[in-house]
């Protein structure tokens, strides 16, 4: 008889997994990710800012820097790079998942699926590239700590949010783990299992905010937006200007260029159909377009070009709002190496499709070159559909624990599609040491985002970083 082959890691048995998890705790023990001490190589953050910043709208950096300035939550928000590079160095297991990039805990949220059915999940992958799933863990534990401190919550109860929600991961992969894979694959968590989570973790208060929460999401949609961001000019729709946030294309071109970029525009919607379904580029057939408007969004995005599409269906009251946003080259790429994708904007989509138990039916992506002779990776996807998102500032601890525990779950979920669940489940074992260990790590984490909070606020003082205020986001 021949000698028998090894297997590969995906075709591995469960017992074979398990024992590879297992055995990453030799060269990464569970308790070592207790440990953040910045080295002296570190790099300076603010360099980190200002090198992602130049190769952005120059007009635009300084509502970035000014967004980022508002508090260490938000300059945490804008600060993916940062944490990626800090993180590079630190203990890694070896086991590799799909990663976020960027978990924080605003960027999980309530959305629509395609049969209209509300559901939480992680809604943000512009740095998502395969790495060490301990990142996003690590990324999600920090941003509770340092949202509870600007809730002023006492120690003990921070202490407890992170341990609950790193325990509900660890507990959620032991479970998928033991799952089939379609039944992986199938699990989502949709609103009536989000309000049946809810019961007995918040007041009567919160399950009532939690309602409305829902109520509200369901109300967002492109019918929304076109009440809210448009207006009628000479008998047409068209997108009501807010400058700087939201500026129509005839409002800061000539008119020349208007009709240059309007015809860049009008191809990228035809070729970016060619990413979707055929039956979803059949429904995106039926829309014209007929309005375009540069749009700031976020913290860490503002900067990037960022385009939205007015187009309207059946008649002029059918409108279709979708967001065309520039992908960029991940913040983990200089630590975990570069995407398998050439196109950034199918490396955001592809990245999203994994870890998303369901995905918007507009979502795609093209590359466009533009009237100023460079190329750019765009993804595209509706800009509103039943988005909801939480208020942390509002929240109490015990509102703030359940909300945790709902995102590890949500991340668990997200990370067994794609990375090994049994090896991952095995490393993490049935103890809370990993969960007592990202206490520690998300304290000390906290303590050096405010450090270079105040730094950032420093450099704008001195005059080295431009900063401008503007409401909303």
Not at 232 to 257: C, K, M, N, S, W
Not at 318 to 323: A, K, R, T
Not at 433 to 456: C, G, I, K, P, T
Request: aromatic content about 8%; some cysteine.
């Amino acid at each position: 008889m021949g000698q028998k082959q090894p297997r590969s890691a995906e075709h591995a048995t469960p017992a074979e997994r398990a024992a590879s998890g297992r055995a990453a705790r030799r060269t990464a023990p569970r308790s070592a990710h207790a440990e953040y001490r910045p080295g002296p190589q570190r790099r300076d953050p603010l360099a980190i800012l200002e090198a992602q910043s130049a190769r952005r709208v120059q007009e635009l950096v300084p509502i970035r820097y000014g967004r980022m300035s508002e508090s260490p939550f938000r300059f945490y928000r804008g600060a993916a790079a940062i944490m990626a590079s800090d993180l590079a160095d630190s203990p890694d297991s070896g086991i590799r998942a799909q990663l976020c990039g960027d978990a924080h805990m605003l960027n999980f949220r309530l959305l629509a699926s395609p049969e209209r059915q509300l559901v939480f999940d992680i809604n943000d992958f512009d740095e998502t590239l395969p790495g060490p799933w301990e990142w996003d863990v690590k990324r999600l534990a920090s941003s509770l700590v340092i949202a509870a401190r600007a809730n002023g919550f006492e120690d003990a109860e921070r202490a407890a949010i992170v341990g609950a929600t790193v325990r509900s991961y660890r507990e959620a992969m032991r479970r998928f783990a033991g799952m089939h894979n379609l039944d992986v694959w199938y699990t989502r968590m949709d609103a009536d299992r989000l309000r049946e989570l809810a019961e007995g973790r918040v007041s009567r208060h919160g399950l009532r905010g939690l309602d409305q929460a829902m109520a509200k999401a369901r109300t967002r949609d492109s019918l929304q937006a076109f009440g809210k961001l448009t207006e009628v000019v000479g008998g047409q729709a068209r997108i009501a200007a807010d400058p700087p946030l939201l500026v129509p294309l005839g409002d800061f071109l000539p008119t020349l260029e208007q009709s240059a970029l309007m015809s860049l525009f009008l191809g990228l919607v035809g070729r970016y159909g060619r990413t979707l379904s055929s039956d979803r580029r059949h429904l995106l057939s039926g829309y014209r377009l007929v309005d375009v408007a540069r749009k700031v969004v976020g913290v860490g995005s503002v900067g990037t070009r960022c385009w939205i599409f007015l187009l309207l269906g059946r008649d002029d009251d059918d409108p279709l709002f979708l967001q065309a946003k520039e992908a960029d080259e991940s913040v983990l790429a200089a630590h975990v190496g570069a995407s398998e994708y050439r196109n950034q904007g199918e490396r955001v989509v592809s990245g999203q499709r994994l870890m998303q138990a369901t995905s918007d039916i507009f979502l795609g992506w093209e590359r466009v070159e533009g009237i100023d002779g460079r190329t750019r990776d765009f993804y595209v996807r509706q800009l509103r559909d039943w988005k909801g998102i939480v208020v942390a500032e509002d929240m109490v601890p015990r509102g703030m624990r359940a909300f945790g525990e709902l995102c590890g779950t949500t991340l668990a979920r997200a990370h067994a599609r794609s990375g090994d669940r049994i090896a991952i489940a095995a490393y993490l074992g049935k103890s809370d040491v990993f969960d007592r260990a990202l206490v520690r790590f998300a304290e000390s984490y906290a303590d050096q985002n405010e450090r270079d909070h105040a730094a950032l606020l420093t450099a704008i003082r001195t005059g080295r970083l431009p900063a401008a205020e503007t409401e909303g986001e």
